[in-house]
């Protein structure tokens, strides 16, 4: 019973990893963040070099920010799919009497980590 329980966790593993590499493919591919032009009380007003410059600067910061995300979850993934690989290989040298503690805690470990992989590609909201 433990190695069907193994073995469908390899199996999830794995699926997660294709999701998770069809994710941050798409992710890259998206369009850039765009920063709504700051509120103008006055009507027909020419916008001020300050109003451009802060447009600017918000513009500049989330675009870092959103490229160390980008950064990040690449990797994160990287490292999910090495332990997604070492777990794999730790099943297969088992057999179904014998389970070792490694394997659990790094599944566990690849379970906490597709999790926040999950989160940062939602993205700050």
Partial sequence: MPFI??????????ALIAALTVAVWSQHQTTP???PPADR????TAPTDEDEASAR???DMA??????RHTALKN??????????????DVDKSNEN????????????????AHSVKDKMKGPN
């Fill in 98 to 113: 014998l389970l070792s503690v490694d394997v659990v805690k790094k599944a566990e470990e690849i379970e906490k980590l």
């Fill in 63 to 68: 675009k870092k920010a959103n490229a160390e």
């Fill in 41 to 44: 009380s006055g009507l027909g």
């Fill in 5 to 14: 329980h193994f073995r469908r966790t390899s199996l999830l593993v794995a």
């Fill in 57 to 59: 600067l918000a513009h």
């Fill in 76 to 89: 994160d993934t990287e490292k999910l799919l090495k332990l997604a690989v070492e777990l794999k290989a």
């Fill in 33 to 35: 963040l765009t920063v």
